[in-house]
Nanobody, 119 residues
Framework: QVQLVESGGGLVQAGGSLRLSCAAS????????MGWYRQAPGKQRELVAI???????NYADSVKGRFTISRDNANNTVYLQMNRLKPEDTAVYYC?????????????WGQGTQVTVSS
């Protein structure tokens, strides 16, 4: 099992920046991919960014060029640097990890952290 704890959300003005952190604990060695999802009020949860075990990354089109995902394997932490924030980035942001243990994949979610961008 993997446990995830996010931090770093808050209130920021449009054009500002925030950095989210997600610390993983538990069976760290089983983790393959880590990423961030978000869910705005009345909308479906959507993938924001993901970093694969290989180190490659993928981003939603809406955040490309503004957000950067990075992974610190030594500290079992994944970050999401969010720049040039827009009001439409307002959402609860969730950290996710995808693990494979004994050939069985499993997904873990953090509790979520609120990001609010004011216009």
């Amino acid at each position: 099992q993997v446990q995830l704890v996010e931090s770093g959300g808050g209130l920021v003005q449009a054009g500002g920046s925030l950095r989210l952190s997600c610390a993983a604990s538990g069976i760290i060695s089983s983790i393959n991919n880590m990423g961030w999802y978000r869910q705005a009020p009345g909308k479906q949860r959507e993938l924001v960014a993901i970093v694969f075990k290989s180190g490659s990354t993928n981003y939603a089109d809406s955040v490309k060029g503004r957000f950067t995902i990075s992974r610190d394997n030594a500290n079992n932490t994944v970050y999401l640097q969010m720049n040039r924030l827009k009001p439409e980035d307002t959402a609860v942001y969730y950290c996710i990890s995808v693990s494979v243990l004994a050939g069985t994949p499993s997904t873990s979610w953090g509790q979520g952290t609120q990001v609010t961008v004011s216009s």
